[in-house]
């Protein structure tokens, strides 16, 4: 938010004294020299702290790998990006902290980037189950280009059938990475989405959220719906919070949780009970209508 400076008091010359006036007449006397100009000396603490300040700016490089969820491959080869990374989070959850960050290479400068890394405990927690950090930051990634396809797809409906009008402004899901720093360390690249954050459903399927935020509630029900339908009742997108119509790290309930011996999607996936929790708390709303969704109850 813009701030607004307090208007200026006006400064009103004063009429000098008869002392102020003598001292000006014997200044007039003294004939105009130049003096040269002296810079004004930084004490140690300032330049250790512009020092400071210079490398906190100072870029490095994160090799960033990007998934297509139409041909379900990674990138094979990474791109390359420069990025500054604040050296303080502004944000911690239960695996990993998240850092604000900017780009000067082209194509990624022109708006901010969060980069998240794992906290220590983590590490053990990730280690003790065999696997490496950069499995579960695939499947993170993968999540959200998933719920990010279905987003799409929700859009694209809407367009399609002359809806988009009445629906309004979808939710949608930025862009993500997986990144490689030159440390070795695997971080995920996100595009920083501003404002108060509001949690519209959660990870087991339950409705949250007051009704200040009312449409945006409704409409991530009939995206969790719409998932769900049109999936062909395999899987949900669930875990939907963000800032006004911007939705980040969600989470996939399928039906099944192994598959060909393989723990699909995350440790979030609560599988049928979520998808159970949500097909008994959800009415159809009209986000739901104008999708021609089936009513839930009814299947």
């Avoid at 399928?254 to 979030?268: M, R």
Wanted: glycine fraction near 6%; include cysteine.
């Amino acid at each position: 938010m813009d701030t607004v400076s307090p208007p200026r008091k006006r400064e009103f010359l004063q009429p000098p004294t008869a002392q102020c006036r003598s001292l000006a007449t014997e200044l007039n006397k003294v004939p105009n020299q130049s003096k040269p100009a002296i810079p004004k000396s930084l004490s140690v603490l300032e330049m250790l702290k512009l020092g400071k300040e210079i490398n906190e700016k100072a870029t490095h490089p994160i090799e960033l790998f990007g998934f297509d969820i139409d041909l379900m491959a990674w990138s094979g080869s990474p791109t390359t990006v420069e990025f500054a990374v604040e050296k303080e989070a502004f944000g911690e959850g239960g695996f990993r902290k998240a850092f604000k960050a900017t780009s000067t290479t082209p194509g990624f400068r022109d708006r901010q980037w969060v980069v998240k890394r794992y906290i220590q405990a983590s590490f053990n927690i990730i280690n003790a189950i065999n696997q490496t950090i950069e499995q579960p930051t695939k499947k993170v990634i993968q999540m959200h280009m998933l719920a990010r396809n279905f987003a799409a797809q929700l859009e694209q409906k809407l367009r399609n059938e002359d809806n988009l009008e009445l629906y309004g402004e979808t939710l949608r899901y930025k862009k993500i990475y997986l990144g490689k720093e030159e440390d070795g360390s695997v971080v995920s690249v996100e595009e920083y989405i501003d404002g108060k954050f509001a949690k519209y459903l959660n990870n087991n399927g339950e409705i949250c959220g007051d009704e200040s935020h009312l449409v945006q509630r409704q409409k991530a029900e009939s995206l969790a719906h719409f998932s769900y339908e049109h999936s062909s009742y395999e899987l949900m997108v669930v875990d939907m919070q963000g800032s006004g119509n911007c939705l980040v790290d969600p989470e996939i309930a399928s039906k099944d949780q192994v598959v060909d011996d393989e723990y699909l999607f995350s440790a979030g996936n609560l599988t049928k009970r979520a998808i159970q929790n949500f097909v008994e708390a959800h009415r159809c709303n009209l986000y739901c209508e104008l999708l021609g969704l089936q009513e839930l109850n009814s299947l």
